[in-house]
């Protein structure tokens, strides 16, 4: 009973959000407010199916209804509760029901929080939400139906992938769903400005804290998952450039560009064309991203089954929604930059408008970098220039080369002054920073064991950006008292900025690592530390056995604390899972994953030392809250009567 | 701003050059990725081509499962072509080809070898009692040292060797009835016309 209740729901608000695309549109183009009107119950009435349906497949897996196809193949009965809930999304049709979900929460969003906004421009930025509502229920309906029967059902199900079987994985797709589908709210309005062949910066400023929050939830949920693989997959890395990492990086890049550029275009009218064309890509992106991973195209770790009827229809989709924007983009676009010819907008080479436009260009060559990286293995296939596979060599060296003009010119930027050429001035006024960063990289270069240049090259830039914008705060508390929301997340996230460089250059410089054999009793010395290893023992969990390794860890003489990595082989088979023994510390982690029986009691044991690691995630924290700081200035709610 | 002189949308247009990159750019794209779901049924698409293709197969001597005190040696199996199947009771997968490669064991048409890779030799003889036994003879490596030698990354996978001990094919992943039908069958026809119908299998003692 319960998967045709799913069903009813699912072909419900397929209907709704086709109700929701078409009419509202057609009264905006007609100026029939009947239907622009509908638009707002259209997306309360999607919004409300949608949740029910979510609902009702969360109540299959809790009740445990293997009659569902795909709850038997994501759970058994010896899953833990939380997981039961976790395992919704857990696959492929689940988690397409999820974007669906999240999709339908931002759409509600729009239509209760954007009252201010003129009926007919509001209409066409939930049409457009509503198309790609309607493309993805299609899919979860035609493609990948979650309530598809399994009948007869089954006693028992396999089981949720143990490597999703943990509390980060909770909350990671969730996050990582809700920044990919928020780059819908900009794309739509976007589309909207095109359709309407205008655009009025009022609205304009109405996206962005849309933007800004979007970037933020996708920030946390890259995080996350980076957090997630550090811990779980047992080698210590944070970032692998793995295919599907590289999908969910692509729009966060062009989405940091876009922020930038819409602040430029509402506070000067400049790069409106630019700005349209970052909201397409940011969210065309996203539906990249989620091609990738829910294609098989690529292979990685993220990869569900592979079946190219679903892959196709994405890929159709993806070819309608990025090819009809770009087509209205090419039409429509050069006739909305308005006079390019305006005093108002001309700018000098080194103004903010300038830095912007550099900041812009580098996150986007960024951007580019990655996409190609990401694709080459499969034109390299392609074009039959055999198997080849692109890594961090790669990846990272391009990256660093991209990055650091930015990480150079960041400062510069909220200290520079719109349209005005300043000559020497903010270089004068940064001097004093700039020389405190060469100072103090030049002690790290010399206290630093190992990795002297990267080691410096992480204190002097962390030190550059962080002194850069602390100055410019005092400056700001000084001559004009206290700054608004807007700067406030600014702020913020460039610290974001600095406190990541120190976790990621520092680690890389001066983590250490040991690969040894341990028998109990024996010790090994890491990084200052004694490890004293006491033996494994058995323990199980409520679907898995496990060996369990248990250490001491001794500064000097001084214990300082107890650590327990885990071996973990799940009743439903498959590889074992690594638990890692962790010390968190801001200083630092100690790290221990252990590895196999050598036979006569002794583990391989990796031990590794990686200083400042948390930095990373504190760093990119920083910047989510930033964004979610910016999104809630007072000023982007209020419409003004005129705009300048 | 809000308001753009109306001949403004008459006049700007995009330069053609642009147009034509960014169509070209796009339409490259999208056809990547046609190629790219296109290929993605193929469940092979990734492995590697092994390093051992029209190599010898590399030198081994190993226990037989049912009987540890005998083993057989890679001279031991020349002369007629095998087809090398590694296993283990602890993956899942082997169980999905298990079906395929029996009906095919079941032909004769070539000798099926298992190679059981890092199991316990009691959970191996129950999987092979409950599922049954298509193979001649089963190898048991259970420290996986001799599977270095083979490259065994993952199991299944799968080795067609020639009568000269040469290895001429490899599968990694199941094998599917399309594997067979599409790769094995016709590598197994060029073995056999090859080796010019030559037949007749060494003596393997008491294995088995």
Redesign the interface.
Known sequence: MLGEIGQVLLILALLAALLQSVLPLVGAQRGIPALTAIARPAAMLQLTTVLAAFVVLTIAFVRQDFSLRYVADNSNTLLPMIYRYSAVWGAHEGSLLMWSLVLALWTAAVAAFSRQLPPEVMARVLAVMGMISVGFLAFLLFTSNPFARLLPAPGEGHDLNPLLQDPGLIIHPPLLYLGYVGFAVPFAFAIAALID??I???WLRWTRPWTNAAWGFLTIGIALGSWWAYYELGWGGWWFWDPVENASFMPWLVGAALLHSQAATEKR?VFVGWTLLLAIAAFALSLLGT?LVR?????SVHSFA???SR??FI?IF??IV??GS?LLY?LR???????SNDPRRAFALNSRESLLLANNLLLSCACAMVLLGT?YP??A??LDLG?VSVGPPYFGTLFVLLMAPMIVLLPFGPLSRWQREQSLRTLALLAPWAGLAVVLGIIGWWMAPQGKFKTAMGIASAAWVAGGTGYYLWMRLRKSGRPNAETWGMLIAHFGVAVFLVGALLVEALHVQHEVALAPGKSIDAGGYTLLFEGVDASDGPNYHSDRGHLQVLRGDTPITRLHPEKRMYAS??QPMTEAGIHRTLGGDIYVALGESLGDGSWAVRVQIKPFVRWIWLGAALMALGGFITAVDRRFRRLPEK?? | MNNPAPESKTKHRLPPVAIVLGALFFLGLMGLMLYGVSRSGKPDRDSLPSALINKPAPAFSLPVLHDPSVHVTDKQLRGAPYLLNVWGSWCPTCRDEHPILTRFAETKRVRVIGYNWKDEPSEALRWLEQLGNPYMVVLADQEGRAALDWGIAAAPETFLVDGSGIVRWKYSGAITQQVMDEQLIPALEKVEAAAGGKHGAPDLGAAR
């Not at chain 1, 676009?333 to 006079?339: C, D, F, V, Y």
């Open positions: 062949g205008r009025d910066v009022r009218g091609f294609s098989g195209v690529l292979t592979a079946d190219p892959g196709l890929l993806l070819g990025v090819g770009l090419a676009a050069p006739g909305m930059g308005g006079n694709l499969l034109l296939d392609a198997k088979g498959g705009s300048k």
